[in-house]
């Protein structure tokens, strides 16, 4: 990796806003689970950004935390701890694959340079927090930890309806069509009618 600069411009404007969508106190609630999900033995970040991220870089305790959210056929083999950055950001982006096979959106998943280079930490979050919202959801024994630190996902309600049942519907007239009974456009000129314009001597 090449050694960077520092930004000017357009390029530090952005990179500030990003910054600031950063949460520190999510930063806490994240940890907090992380180490109740895989236990201690993945240890403890400093606090602050550039701790999070020197302790998820190597992409160890991600490839943890996402095995400890399957019972059986752990999607990651081996997550072992590397030096060389090649090694680090394949286990990152073999969390990043495993994540969204779990069922996180793609429009969820932060790319391998957000955390690595520490380009965007907050996508990070919001990655982790949708990882929780989805093992809270699903409530199959694996999720370790306090389930109000994040928020269940709408699940689907599938209504079945006979056909009498249909056929009822298709007489009523729903409120949001309005009422045919006593309703009268007379009088009511029509929307968007030429402005008049009037010659005044």
């Not at 199959?140 to 996902?153: A, L």
Request: positive net charge; proline residues 5%; charged residues 25%.
């Amino acid at each position: 990796m090449a050694n960077r600069g520092p930004a000017y411009g357009l390029t530090r404007e952005v990179q500030s806003k990003i910054e600031k969508k950063y949460d520190p106190e999510l930063e806490e609630r994240l940890v907090e689970w992380i180490i109740a999900q895989c236990g201690p033995g993945v240890g403890q970040p400093e606090p602050g950004k550039t701790g999070i991220q020197n302790w998820l870089k190597d992409g160890r305790v991600l490839c943890e935390l996402i095995n400890s959210l399957h019972a059986s056929n752990k999607p990651i083999r081996s997550a072992k701890p590397s030096s060389t950055a090649f090694k680090q950001m394949e286990q990152i982006a073999l969390f990043l694959k495993a994540a969204e096979n779990y069922g996180v959106t793609t429009t969820d998943v932060f790319q391998t340079v957000d955390l690595y280079e520490g380009k965007d930490l907050a996508a990070v979050q919001r990655t982790l927090m949708a990882l929780g919202s989805l093992a809270v959801t699903k409530n199959d024994g694996c999720y370790k930890g306090d389930p109000s630190w994040f928020h269940k996902k709408s699940q689907e309600n599938r209504r079945e309806f006979s056909e009498e049942q249909l056929s009822e519907g298709r007489n009523v007239i729903g409120l949001q069509m309005g009422t045919n009974k006593g309703a009268s456009q007379a009088g009511m000129t029509g929307y968007g009618r030429p402005r008049q314009i009037i010659n005044q001597p």
